[in-house]
């Protein structure tokens, strides 16, 4: 077994193959912390799934996140022994958008020897979301949360990936709603209009590790 270096990614399957149907499970939850202490994956039944701090919740389609059983299977996954290398706190009363996360972790200039376009980096925002926009189960899956105080985690993929791991922020938030904190919600962000007091995290992928499905199903799917 490869050893687990900080911030190296093992992913299992790939984004195309999710999109084009495939959906045989492999790796367990019960496997992710294996490889990983923070994650985002899709279950067979396209029930998402979010890794924090090696604890893996699933959501499900109406958006409510709880703890993942330990034999559920995944068919798509990203692991990483999350270890930032750069903690960035703004100013008070600062916020981001999510098109402004997307810039910082493109530039080189906020993020020198960490941040750039052509690397893998995973990233961890804990804060209040506002007018955030989650998928679940797939993309014809979608609601408005107008406040979610949560955290954010995922990766930001260079477009030369997106075939391989997805969109340029693949990112899963799991949280409270500001006037519902009786239950934890979640799903893929598509969008946030601000994140408000964010603690960011950032760290960067050396080594990219890609495990293949086995078996008819995933060589009977037409990926190109």
Partial sequence: MVASIPN???QFSTWTAVHKGFNTGQPRAADLTSHGTDGIGVFENGDLMILLDSRAYVVSAAGNATPARSNDQLCFAMVTVFQ???????????TLSFAGLKELLASTDALPTVG???SMLPFKVKGTFTNVTLIQKDSSQCRLVEKVKG???G????????GISGPSLHCHLMGVESDDDSSDIGGRVES?????DPDIGVGKCGRFHLGFPQGEDWESVRLA
């Fill in 84 to 94: 930032p290398l750069r903690l960035i706190k703004l100013a008070q009363e600062a």
């Fill in 155 to 162: 990766y930001k993929i260079p477009a030369w990936m997106a």
């Fill in 192 to 196: 946030f209009e601000a994140v408000a």
């Fill in 8 to 10: 190296d990614i093992f």
């Fill in 116 to 118: 750039g376009m052509n």
């Fill in 151 to 153: 955290t954010l985690y």
